[in-house]
């Protein structure tokens, strides 16, 4: 008849609007895709180029926040005394503290019963007499009872004699309450002015013997001391 055969699309309907909505879903999500990919990389820029626009001394400042450690350690500081002492006249050695102290001005000192834990006692005895200008042996009744005193009264003396600017550095002192007699002080310490806190001199014997001078010159060859044995170390 007049009427041709017609063309058949190989493709049935619903399978032609799945292909079509699939190629497009295809399309759309790959641009979203690439739009996410390309704002996170704009984000990433902005974050680089405001890291690299914040000042030099901003930056460090934000590295040393966070590489901080959570306590510092303190620094050493290095005293103007110790007073070695038996350990049963631990508050004696305080009640002298506190007068060489606040009378005095005398400061900072410390008393080897009150030295940093966690050490033995050879090594708080080397940090005692090293970390100190000047080393006070307090001279009780209960010193010459304990073998320890006597040790340590012993090693300050060799300190003393062995390392020149600890020359005259140990200082017997008989305090008010139960004092060695002189009869009973050992012959090493004989030779030695002893500070007498019942003498009307006592007063000007400690301004005469604990001088800002001496002080200074001890201080700045510790300083130098430690700073060398850092420095080997690292090394």
Not at 14 to 33: C, E, F, M, Y
Not at 68 to 78: D, G, S, Y
Not at 116 to 122: A, I, Y
Not at 127 to 138: E, Q, Y
Request: aromatic share 8%; with cysteine.
């Amino acid at each position: 008849m007049g009427i041709g055969k017609s063309k058949t699309d190989p493709c049935p309907l619903s399978l032609s609007w799945g292909k079509s909505h699939s190629v497009d879903t295809s399309q759309r999500q790959h641009k979203s895709d690439s739009k996410k990919s390309e704002e996170m990389s704009l984000s990433d820029t902005a974050a680089h180029s405001n890291t690299a626009e914040m000042p030099t001394g901003e930056q460090e400042g934000a590295k040393g926040v966070e590489e901080m450690p959570e306590e510092e350690a303190e620094e050493e500081v290095f005293l103007k005394f110790v007073i070695l002492h038996a350990e049963e006249d631990t508050d004696e050695a305080l009640r002298v503290q506190n007068l060489l102290e606040n009378d005095f001005g005398i400061k900072p000192g410390i008393i080897f019963a009150e030295m940093p834990g966690g050490k033995q006692h050879l090594q708080n005895l080397d940090d005692a007499v090293n970390g100190s200008a000047w080393t006070i042996l307090l001279l009780t009744k209960n010193f010459l009872r304990d073998t320890w005193c006597k040790f340590q009264f012993y090693t300050s003396l060799m300190n003393s004699v062995n390392r020149q600017h600890k020359y005259n550095s140990v200082i017997p002192m008989r305090p008010l309450n139960n004092p060695l007699p002189r009869e009973r002080t050992p012959f090493a310490l004989r030779t030695i002015n002893a500070l007498e806190e019942e003498s009307r001199g006592f007063p000007t014997q400690v301004e005469r013997i604990f001088q800002d001078s001496v002080y200074r010159i001890q201080q700045a060859i510790w300083k130098e001391t430690r700073n060398t044995v850092q420095r080997q170390f690292i090394a």
